[in-house]
């Protein structure tokens, strides 16, 4: 099966410009995930959706970033204005579904990430 | 809050050897615990999930132990080979209603030739 396809694959920006992030889930995925993962340190969530509604959203600078997935499939992470702190990997990630829990052989699927250099 | 830390950061063996990475998490009352694989560019890789209940996970050469209440989890690689050069990450699932994951920085390990 196709993987959790991300674009772009790089981004270098300047700070106060704005960017978007694309991610198009393994299909018939209706858990949606965004991680940032800062340069030597694990990833963290910023966002969880299941189909086009959003779950968690705790960790989400929702004063810049904002994100959406409509129509439960692609989904895209924007940052606006983006900070030299925004600097790191953005990695989408997508699961079966949330109500089967977290099984070895459904588990997450990452995609390559985005690597955004604020500038 | 929950805390992962993963020792050593960075680990460079010979190949051939045996070698143990180590996970430990500060809040026992976990759901679950995985194992990822990230190589240099690419996403996360799924290695081994070993659920609250179990005590390890076996996988070919990898064997993930769990020991929820002294809040540890260990990855075992037999026979390491240069392929298995990566950073290995251990991440933690609070509780069944929760799928927010907490993760470790990462061991980056190094098999020489």
């Known amino acids: 099966e196709a993987g959790v396809a991300q674009s772009p694959r790089y981004k270098i920006i300047e700070k106060r410009q704005s960017v978007a992030f694309w991610c198009n889930p393994i299909?018939?995925?209706?858990?949606l995930y965004w991680y940032q993962q800062i340069l030597g340190q694990g990833p963290k969530l910023l966002i969880q959706?299941?189909?086009?509604?959003?779950?968690?959203d705790s960790q989400l600078p929702k004063d810049r970033f904002s994100a959406e997935r409509l129509k439960g499939v692609d989904s895209t992470l924007k940052i606006q204005p983006a900070k030299l702190e925004d600097s790191a990997v953005y990695l989408c990630?997508?699961?079966?579904?949330?109500?089967?829990?977290?099984?070895?052989?459904?588990?997450?699927?990452f995609g390559s990430g985005t690597r955004l250099t604020v500038v | 809050k929950q805390e992962v830390t993963q020792i050593p950061a960075a680990l460079s063996v010979p190949e051939g050897e045996n070698l143990v990475l180590n996970c430990s998490f500060t809040?026992?009352?976990?759901?679950?615990l995985q194992w990822f694989r990230q190589d240099p560019g690419k996403g996360l890789t799924s290695l081994l999930l070993?659920?609250?209940?179990?005590r390890e996970q076996t996988s070919g050469r990898l064997n993930a132990s769990l020991d929820k209440s002294s809040g540890r989890s260990t990855l075992y690689i037999a026979a390491s080979q240069p392929g298995d050069s990566a950073t290995y990450l251990c991440?933690?699932?609070?509780?069944?209603?929760?799928?927010?994951?907490?993760f470790g920085k990462g061991t980056k390990l190094s098999v020489i030739p």
């Open positions: 809040d026992s009352a976990i759901y679950n």
């Open positions: 299909s018939g995925h209706a858990t």
């Open positions: 991440a933690v699932r609070p509780g069944a209603g929760s799928y927010q994951l907490t």
């Open positions: 959706f299941q189909n086009n509604g959003v779950v968690d």
């Open positions: 990630a997508s699961s079966l579904d949330l109500g089967t829990g977290w099984r070895e052989d459904y588990g997450y699927t």
């Open positions: 070993i659920q609250s209940s179990q």
